[in-house]
């Protein structure tokens, strides 16, 4: 599991600096476009895997940015990505995840600073026992992550799954 972990951060890392290649570009999908709205659904159940990709939205939010397009980013978090959005994780994901779950809390404090909205799933937070008042700053509680998906598509956001 530790190496699998390990493994993927690291894989992720080396991707990020190839992509960060000054010679790559998205011109031939952006022509035209100067501002972009992106919900991204996050669903994953390993922690790891999604500091990844939590790390990932603020990459896509800097390249948007060196490409000259506004983002308007959103993220949604349904079934068991809840678990790891809370001051309170139950005592076995944080015994098992504590130092991940604390990246998380950074990561998601970054995505905040730059202009990420977020929602919780208030149905996931439910069944896996989270109370939504120990939602991460600022993540806000909704009734339905597939409502918020529903929502934000019929407005005009594209969807981008993270499952």
Same mark, same amino acid.
């Given at each position: 599991?530790? $190496?699998? +972990?390990?493994?993927?951060?690291?894989? @992720?890392?080396?991707?990020?600096?190839?992509?960060?290649?000054?010679?790559?570009?998205?011109?031939?999908?952006?022509?035209?476009?100067?501002?972009?709205?992106?919900?991204?659904?996050?669903?994953?159940?390993?922690?790891?895997?999604?500091?990844?990709?939590?790390?990932?939205?603020?990459?896509?939010?800097?390249?948007?940015?060196?490409?000259?397009?506004?983002?308007?980013?959103?993220?949604? @978090?349904?079934?068991?990505?809840?678990?790891?959005? %809370?001051?309170? !994780?139950?005592?076995?994901?944080?015994?098992?995840?504590?130092?991940?779950?604390?990246? $998380?809390?950074?990561? $998601?404090?970054?995505?905040?600073?730059?202009?990420?909205?977020?929602?919780?799933?208030? %149905?996931?937070?439910? *069944?896996?026992?989270?109370?939504?008042? %120990?939602?991460? !700053?600022?993540?806000?509680?909704?009734? +339905?992550? @597939?409502?918020?998906?529903?929502?934000?598509?019929?407005?005009? *956001?594209?969807?981008?799954?993270?499952?």
């Amino acid at each position: 599991m530790l $190496i699998g +972990s390990v493994l993927s951060l690291l894989s @992720f890392h080396s991707l990020s600096a190839q992509a960060g290649d000054a010679n790559l570009n998205n011109q031939a999908a952006l022509k035209g476009i100067s501002e972009i709205y992106t919900l991204y659904d996050v669903r994953k159940a390993n922690p790891n895997v999604m500091l990844s990709y939590l790390k990932g939205i603020e990459s896509n939010y800097n390249n948007l940015l060196k490409e000259k397009v506004k983002p308007h980013l959103r993220i949604i @978090f349904i079934s068991s990505a809840v678990q790891f959005i %809370t001051t309170e !994780p139950a005592d076995n994901i944080e015994m098992e995840y504590g130092d991940t779950l604390k990246g $998380i809390a950074d990561q $998601i404090a970054r995505l905040k600073d730059i202009g990420v909205k977020m929602e919780a799933c208030s %149905t996931a937070t439910a *069944y896996f026992n989270v109370d939504n008042e %120990t939602l991460l !700053p600022g993540i806000v509680p909704v009734r +339905s992550g @597939f409502l918020s998906v529903m929502g934000w598509q019929a407005q005009g *956001y594209s969807l981008v799954p993270v499952y």
